[in-house]
């Protein structure tokens, strides 16, 4: 699974030098941030093969003194979830914000900044426990190079500054519910056998999964009516499978609907449309 940066860079600290961390660190900047806010505040739902890619946002003040040109420094904005010395999974804005300035002081400038940030299953998410609330982070890394070796000496020193805990995000499973109404056509006042699955992604196989146990409502919206009705609640089954039967009435269109769990995205039907003789 993937660390932060400072999670990779404190094990191969110590694993380099076989001691405890070190006592004193260089000055960090002094940076400080509100809230970075994900997707609109939105859950993000994630299949198995599409990026999905998200809108953040977020605010920082900085010395007057530290210009971030990325170029020799950057700042940017990630999710995680675990610590961040020790990050179960973690995910980075993978675009240069673009920022504002929106207020300044003598010694101070506070800017308003923009960004993306893309979510690959296939690359970023590996198990069920992705499917969680995951901490917001600002990530500040700055290099030094020295090239000139006239005097038989070149240096290249990388400092790394993390402050996490800057806001959340929900990630969610995307699920699927299909439905099948038969026979077709029926007779009025004849049975019908309304079938159906729900199942959502399964990030370690890459493929969806039945999810069994779940309650999930059949609608049924008559010929030339304007909105569905509940019809009845169905629970998922073996391998998410959905079943039960219904008196057909009237020409119309049925539907299972689906409202979402903590881990999973809501999700309806396409529509099956009877026609009743």
């Known amino acids: 699974m993937r660390k932060l940066a400072i999670g990779a860079a404190m094990s191969g600290t110590l694993a380099l030098t076989g001691l405890a961390a070190p006592a004193a660190l260089a000055d960090s900047p002094a940076l400080t941030f509100g809230t970075i806010t994900v997707n609109n ?25 530290l210009v971030i040109d990325y170029q020799n420094n950057f700042l940017i904005a990630a999710l995680y979830r675990g610590s961040l010395a020790e990050t179960d999974n973690a995910v980075e804005a993978n675009s240069m914000p673009v920022c504002t300035t929106t207020a300044t002081t003598d010694t101070t400038v506070t800017e308003s900044c ?20 995951w901490k917001a982070a600002a990530l500040y890394s700055e290099t030094a190079i020295d090239l ?51 199942t959502r992604a ?14 999930v409502t059949l609608q049924f919206k008559a010929k030339g009516a304007a909105a569905y009705t509940d019809v009845k609640t169905v629970t998922s089954g073996t391998g998410g499978a959905l079943a039960t039967t219904v008196k057909a009435s009237k020409d119309g269109s049925y539907r299972y609907k689906f409202a979402g769990t903590s881990t999973t995205a809501a999700k309806t039907s396409a529509a099956d449309f009877v026609d009743v003789r």
């Open 41 to 65: 505040g939105k859950p993000i739902a994630v299949g198995t093969k599409a990026a999905v890619t998200v809108p953040v946002t977020y605010s920082f003040t900085r010395p007057a003194d």
């Open 114 to 133: 923009a960004a993306k940030l893309t979510i690959d299953p296939r690359d970023n998410l590996y198990t069920a426990a992705d499917a969680t609330t």
């Open 148 to 198: 000139d070796e006239s005097d038989d000496h070149i240096s290249a020193h990388t400092g790394l500054d993390i402050w996490g805990n800057l806001g959340t995000a929900k990630l969610q499973r995307v699920s699927k519910v299909t439905v099948n109404a038969t026979p077709e056509p029926v007779v009025k006042g004849k049975t019908l056998t309304v079938k159906g699955a729900l």
């Open 202 to 215: 399964d990030w370690n196989t890459g493929r969806y999964a039945g999810y069994k146990g779940q309650k």
